[in-house]
């Protein structure tokens, strides 16, 4: 190009970019469609962690908001060795919630009576074992005049284990010095339920796994949380003591009246075991509403609750509740039994009356109601069923109308009467059959009627029997006088339905 077209050709380009639209307008070059790809799969990905931290976080919270609220104790050691669980609940009669901070008169006159300032009373104790695959539960409950070893103490009720054990234990953390009445209280607790949880494990051979304490308050406020509770009695209750005031019938309960009714024993013909079946029926009615409405299962149903577990509830500072919550929750409302322990004759002790109890019996009652039934054997091969059988029958005993009694008796037992009629008369009685069927059918025959002989002969024609009455025979009984049939049991307590009870 020569020097003077370098110009003109300058002017063209210029001329070109000035009329190219400016960058912002020109539509930007779309990128491969792999990566268009990767970029929605990064929005999805961070979406998703957003949300999974969110939930994790609301889980986290709840956790967190039931368990740090809860009163726990150090008070297991050990456990069972199979693979179940087994669980100690105590209701306590106390003035003081599960902090030991009193409670207020408006929430004592609600309670309508309760322990003395100052008084504990363990009157509730039932070991609840769950198996390892968690689909029912066992309850066992412990009447609390029960004579048990008390770790320490030597032998008393059962229900003197804590309470006893608390007061000297506090006597003697008070006599070393301690001043502090919030740690006489908890150490001192803590010893009167490590009392109890051996006296329990003594009595019943099972190693206790967690341990749960439930106060007057517990009861009053937990019937509250869930809309009451359904019971049923047989006829009117009244009790001045308790405060129990019930029509006959079934009706639903909460509040201060769940408090009287499982705590009224006076007036009721068993007395305080009848007050147990009361504590058995209640808790199957709880259990019942609970699991069948999903309520372990939902956090909204589930949070109602907390408030009640927190005031009123102690358990062992090991125990996962809500993991243990999601296992309780595939316990179908129907395989929770309710039992209470074999006890022998009321006698009266050094520390009044108690009622006697054998640790064996109560561990061979225990165990044969929480270890599995053995797989039933395998069935053997079905017999083939016996070939048909004809049997002509002769009368020869001079009795009549014999022949057709014992062609009834054959058409009972499965053999067919062939010709009936008289023969010749005979003292004794027998089955005759051929050489080529074998004594196999007429044996089946004699059997029915009683046991008579057999014999071959070649009078008999093949594929039948004949039956030939003798003066001997004596008609088999159709059946000896029917065996008294037991007494209906009482149905069982458990938390599928709500039996009437006294």
């Avoid at 919030?182 to 494990?201: N, T």
């Avoid at 259990?287 to 956090?299: E, I, Q, R």
């Avoid at 358990?315 to 022998?344: C, K, Y």
């Avoid at 062609?407 to 004794?428: C, E, H, M, S």
């Amino acid at each position: 190009m020569s020097d003077r077209d370098r110009p003109a050709a300058a002017a063209r380009a210029a001329a070109r970019r000035s009329a190219r639209p400016p960058a912002r307008d020109r539509p930007a070059p779309r990128p491969p469609a792999g990566r268009r790809w990767l970029h929605r799969f990064q929005v999805v990905v961070a979406a998703l962690s957003a949300l999974t931290v969110l939930l994790t976080g609301a889980v986290w919270t709840l956790y967190r908001d039931v368990t740090a609220g809860i009163t726990t104790t150090n008070v297991i050691f050990g456990g069972s060795s199979g693979g179940g669980q087994n669980i100690l609940l105590v209701g306590v009669d106390s003035r003081t919630d599960a902090q030991g901070n009193p409670l207020p008169d408006e929430v004592l006159a609600q309670l309508r009576s309760g322990a003395e300032s100052g008084v504990l009373n363990s009157d509730t104790v039932i070991v609840v074992h769950v198996p390892a695959d968690g689909t029912s539960a066992t309850a066992f409950s412990i009447p609390r005049d029960t004579e048990v070893r008390i770790p320490g103490l030597g032998r008393n009720k059962v229900n003197a284990a804590y309470p006893q054990t608390k007061a000297e234990a506090a006597s003697r953390l008070s006599a070393e010095g301690v001043t502090d009445p919030r740690r006489i209280d908890q150490e001192s607790s803590q010893a009167g339920r490590q009392a109890l949880i051996g006296a329990v494990q003594d009595l019943t051979g099972l190693g206790i796994d967690h341990y749960a304490e439930v106060n007057l308050l517990g009861f009053y406020n937990l019937t509250r949380a869930i809309g009451g509770v359904e019971v049923c009695l047989k006829a009117p209750a009244r009790d001045a003591f308790s405060g129990a005031d019930f029509p006959a019938g079934p009706q639903t309960i909460s509040g201060g009246d769940a408090l009287a009714f499982v705590r009224q024993r006076h007036g009721l013909a068993g007395g305080d075991l009848s007050r147990i079946t009361r504590q058995q029926v209640f808790l199957a009615a709880v259990a019942n509403k609970v699991l069948s409405s999903g309520t372990l299962t939902d956090p909204a149903k589930l949070g109602a609750l907390i408030e009640v577990v927190q005031q009123s509830v102690v358990i062992d500072s090991g125990w996962d509740v809500l993991g243990f919550a999601r296992e309780a929750s595939q316990i179908a409302a129907g395989n929770m039994d309710f039992h209470t322990i074999p006890t022998g004759p009321t006698e009266d002790t050094g520390h009044g009356d108690v009622l006697s109890a054998d640790p064996r019996a109560v561990q061979e009652f225990v165990t044969r109601h929480t270890d599995p039934e053995p797989a039933p054997p395998a069935e053997a091969a079905a017999a083939p069923a016996p070939a048909p059988v004809v049997a002509d029958v002769g009368n020869g005993s001079g009795t009549t109308g014999l022949a057709a009694q014992v062609a009834t008796i054959l058409g009972q037992n499965g053999v067919t009467p062939g010709a009936i009629g008289n023969a010749p008369d005979r003292t004794t009685s027998v089955v005759r059959y051929s050489q080529a069927d074998g004594d196999a059918a007429a044996r089946r025959v004699a059997d029915a009627l009683g046991g008579i002989g057999v014999e071959q002969s070649d009078g008999v024609a093949q594929g039948r029997v004949q039956v030939l009455i003798g003066t001997d025979f004596a008609a088999p009984q159709a059946g000896g006088a029917p065996e008294q049939a037991p007494a209906p049991a009482t149905p069982p307590i458990t938390a599928g339905g709500v039996p009437c009870i006294d």
